[in-house]
């Protein structure tokens, strides 16, 4: 069903494998046949402007039958797996035998302007009126049409729709899994407490003490909060005693006993936490064990399953970090 242009040579080394292993020459006969599908997939895609790593992404999203759907809806294109600039599957459309349906990309685009403001702007969601003229605008459509697609968007469950305080919001499905899984855990954070610490004052005198240092009344009650609280949320400009304050905290978690990860989103971030502290700190991709699928997504060993073991953790620039990865974190 597959004929496959092999050499003399190696047609022959199958036979004398099939004779004693038939499993590994079906295994390589399989190998032989993916490669020439991506080879026949990767040279139709190329002629529509799709670069080879783009091809392979494409492929392994989509199966052997890539090029039919691309060729009907090219927008598939600008999913995560595979990655295509929005632009550029607009030029790729161009380039196709026949107009795809407009309806995909005015949906693609819609889903664009969500993943624009979410990862360059740091917006999880739009207000929904909003979207709807700046999608409008950029797609050269009319609201009415992108107000369909984002109804038609929702029950595909690409995108969630929310009201909050009488105002409706649209999320990527995904972001809003993620923000809901941060405000779940957080609200978790705060409603089980450590318990509380009444000889707290005398403790952090005793460190003023040691270390020659008076604590001013709002890096107190941060200490303070970190303890008794189970989450603290340290803020500042520079110079205003962020990393006096951190030491402090660190100072009253070590006199407890307790075990303290400290974790920071980027390597050069790690090091200069370990620095200020004397304490090594690890990346949060480090710290959760990362491990990478096939599409080059992060996946952890550290998860709701398999907890982190300590007991306190002080992470550093949160303002990095991602609301995909805190969330991970926060499991």
């Known amino acids: ?89 607009e030029t790729i459309a161009d380039n196709l035998p026949h107009r795809p349906n407009d309806s995909y990309r005015i949906k693609a685009g819609i889903e664009h302007i969500l993943r624009h403001n979410l990862y360059v702007d740091g917006h999880t969601c739009i207000p929904r009126d909003k979207l709807l003229r700046v999608a409008a605008e950029f797609l050269n459509t009319n609201a009415d049409t992108v107000d369909i697609m984002t109804d038609e968007l929702c029950h595909e469950n690409r995108l969630v729709s929310k009201v909050f305080a009488d105002k409706e919001y649209v999320f990527l499905i995904q972001a809003f899994r993620d923000e809901k899984s941060i405000s779940d855990r957080i609200k978790v954070l705060l409603n089980f407490p450590p318990a509380g610490h009444s000889a707290l004052d005398s403790e952090i005198e005793k460190i003023e003490k040691a270390d020659n240092i008076s604590y001013a009344e709002k890096q107190k009650l941060a200490i303070k909060t970190a303890v008794n609280k189970g989450i603290l949320i340290l803020t500042g400009g520079p110079g205003t005693g962020k990393t006096t304050t951190l030491k402090g905290i660190l100072r009253l978690f070590q006199s407890e006993g307790l075990d303290i990860s400290l974790a920071a989103p980027t390597g050069r971030a790690a090091k200069r936490m370990t620095e200020l502290t004397g304490k090594e700190a690890k990346t949060i991709h480090r710290l959760l064990e990362v491990e990478w699928d096939e599409h080059d997504r992060p996946t952890f060993k550290r998860n709701i399953r398999n907890p982190l073991e300590c007991e306190a953790l002080i992470l550093d620039e949160l303002s990095m970090v991602d609301i995909s990865l805190f969330a991970s974190l926060l499991n």
Request: glycine fraction near 6%; include cysteine.
């Open 1 to 89: 069903d597959n004929p496959l242009i092999v050499h003399i040579e190696e047609r022959a080394d199958l036979y004398k494998i099939a004779a004693k292993v038939p499993e590994k020459a079906e295994k390589i006969c399989a190998s032989y046949r993916s490669q020439f599908a991506i080879r026949s997939i990767t040279m139709t895609l190329e002629s529509y402007g799709i670069g080879p790593r783009e091809c392979l992404a494409a492929y392994k999203a989509f199966g052997g039958d890539v090029v039919g759907k691309v060729t009907e809806n090219p927008y598939v294109l600008c999913l995560p797996e595979v990655g295509v600039p929005f632009d550029r599957v």
